[in-house]
């Protein structure tokens, strides 16, 4: 499917809450990197203790920086459920985003898209300066329960919506997409 100049295609990389997707997404951008494209944008790793889920870190993929984004049961202004975003993360991202060189890459990817970001707050106003700037792919991961208002929101065809199922199935048609005229 072509593209306008200026107006990204937007993927989304969906699957449920901690089924896999940012470590599938790793391997995309490694795999991605190794045929010659241009990746820029966030990964949003997990951080485990003692088998329990205690936060988030933001990692820019163009400057390999790494911060705390949310913590479970921290004291962010910004808050879902019992995570609060800390504001240096909060802003390593926006930075991320915010580049001119992140909007000239291949493929652009946020880790993630959620609740925070569909009330206006998080990475919303990047991911709409990203989605009318760019001119490669804007790859979005969403939890499986809000594919549906995301791929409304920004107009997201159904083929452009990648299940995370099978980890290696879900990185070729990643790959085919970024590749498609």
Do not use: N
Not at 49 to 64: C, H, I, K, R, T
């Amino acid at each position: 499917m072509a593209h306008d100049v200026g107006r990204a295609k937007v993927v989304l990389w969906s699957g449920p809450q901690h089924s896999g997707k940012t470590t599938a997404l790793a391997r995309l951008v490694e795999r991605a990197r190794a045929e010659g494209h241009v990746v820029a944008g966030i990964l949003a790793p997990s951080r485990w203790q003692e088998g329990q889920l205690v936060g988030f870190d933001v990692v820019d993929l163009a400057s390999a920086k790494r911060a705390a984004l949310a913590t479970r049961d921290g004291d962010g202004q910004e808050r879902i459920g019992c995570f609060a975003f800390d504001s240096a993360g909060l802003e390593l991202g926006r930075v991320a985003l915010g580049r001119s060189s992140t909007a000239r890459a291949d493929l652009v990817i946020i880790d993630e898209y959620g609740p925070l970001e569909l009330e206006g707050g998080g990475w919303r106003r990047w991911v709409d300066g990203l989605v009318q700037r760019s001119s490669g792919v804007v790859l979005l991961v969403v939890r499986r329960d809000i594919t549906e208002t995301v791929a409304g929101l920004y107009g997201v065809p159904g083929e452009h919506i990648i299940e995370v199922s099978d980890s290696e199935t879900a990185i070729d048609r990643a790959l085919a997409i970024l590749t498609e005229d």
